[in-house]
Structures are given as C-alpha cells and as structure tokens.
C-alpha cells in the first residue's frame, strides 16, 4: 500500500477520528517503528510499518461494521462512563469488532445512533462540513408562535453564535406538541437550547432519520447490520467513493 498520513491511518483502523488521531499524536502516544511521532505530516504504510498507540500494536480491522442502533433514553453514548450509567456497549453483544459511536446522542434523548470501526466514516458523517441532515421528534412545553417557529428556521443567537438554518414542523398539534425537527449541526444540547429560547422546555428527543437512513421499527435496545446498498450511499453522500473490498457485518 503507498503511504498515508499517520492520523488518516490511525482513524481507517477505527482507533479514534481524524481530530482525535491528532491529538494522540501531538500527545506522544503513537510510535512508528519504535519511534515517538508528533509531527502530523507524518506518513508510514500500515502493512509495513510497525505502528503502536498506547504501545499497542495496530492491526487494520478484519472487516467494516456499520450498524444502526435505538438507543434508549437513560443510555450514555460512549463505551465506558465514571459514573456508571448505561453505555451503549452493554447492547452489542455478539458484535465481534470493536466499533465507537457516530456523534452522541444526549443521555435523556432516545433514537438513531450509528456505530462503526471505521474511523474515516465517523469523521466524514459528523464534520460539520458534510452537512449531513438529522432529524428529531420532539415534545415541547406549549406551541410556537409563527414569528417564533420562523427565527427558529432562520436561526437564533446561542452562546455568541447564531444557530444554522434548521427544519421545523408541527407534527401533532396539541397542548404540548410535538414538533419534527432537522439539524444539520449539532451543539451541545442544541434543540433544548433552542426551545429555551422562545420559552418552551423539551420533554421528549427521539433521533429518527440521519441523512437518508431512517430509524423506521428498529426497537430501543436493538441494532441491526447497514445493507451493503445503504453503506455505499452514505460513502457517497460522504464522498468516501466506492468501497469494492469491504466486508460488511
């Protein structure tokens, strides 16, 4: 294989993102060839070169996961937590590879979460760059005005910063609503924050559709394989470009 930049190599074998790859390096916890490496231009061949992190050896991944997952509500997205909550880790049994969350979903929201040891991908689908849609019920504490629901689609000032342009649309009228809403960035607490805003809480997220994936009957707790067809779509929404020799779960 020719040689690639070492972070590029680092999130292709699913150890962390690209951003996180970096900082690994900068840290002087990746060797090459019993060499510490911090300078980020570096590259090495991973079917050559010995390449450690953490003094672990790096070897590719036998195959590609993808999976979509319902995460519950009450479940952290991460694989380990301190204060030991529920992790999403705990509801992939069976799944061989070590695979790391997409994104986060927040601890009190439910839906879509993707899961993948393919570390370009996850860098691809939440650079902010790729503008990937995703797509929320939420119940909310008393309906918006129209002037109201129109900045909200325009965007508001949050922490300094105006919010994105966003979807908003009333999906069951009621006391208190729900309401279906599409992000293509995702700040910290973003839609809480952003109902707090006009003075509405939240008192429900579920996460339904990442780009063109739909969460559809997939159950809380469950996840399931991407089809071979669905993973070449998000390679070329991501512009991944096609992928002849992955092997999908």
Not at 37 to 43: A, F, M, Y
Not at 71 to 90: A, C, H, I, M, Y
Not at 192 to 198: G, V
Request: hydrophobic share 35%.
């Amino acid at each position: 294989m020719p040689e690639e930049r070492l972070q590029k190599i680092l999130a292709r074998a699913g150890v962390a993102s690209r951003r996180k790859a970096e900082a690994l390096m900068l840290e002087g916890r990746v060797a090459v060839n019993g060499h510490t490496v911090t300078e980020l231009g570096t590259k090495a061949d991973l079917e050559r070169d010995h390449i450690k992190v953490d003094g672990k050896l790096l070897h590719p991944p036998k195959r590609m996961i993808y999976l979509a997952f319902h995460k519950p509500k009450g479940v952290v997205t991460t694989l380990s937590d301190p204060q030991g909550r529920p992790t999403v880790l705990e509801y992939l049994k069976g799944v061989k590879e070590r695979v790391f969350p997409v994104g986060r979903l927040d601890y009190a929201s439910e839906g879509l979460l993707l899961l993948t040891n393919d570390g370009e991908f996850t860098n691809r689908i939440t650079s902010a760059a790729s503008h990937v849609a995703k797509t929320y019920v939420v119940k909310v504490t008393g309906q918006l005005t129209p002037e109201q629901e129109e900045q909200f689609r325009a965007g508001i000032p949050l922490h300094g910063r105006r919010t994105a342009p966003a979807g908003l649309r009333m999906a069951r009228r009621a006391d208190n609503p729900w309401y279906e809403v599409r992000l293509t960035q995702g700040r910290h607490h973003q839609i809480r924050e952003m109902f707090k805003h006009f003075g509405r809480l939240v008192e429900k997220i579920k996460r339904v559709k990442i780009g063109f994936l739909e969460l559809g009957s997939l159950k809380a707790g469950r996840h399931r394989p991407l089809t071979p067809a669905e993973v070449e779509r998000f390679r070329r929404l991501l512009k991944l470009g096609e992928s002849e020799d992955a092997q999908h779960s």
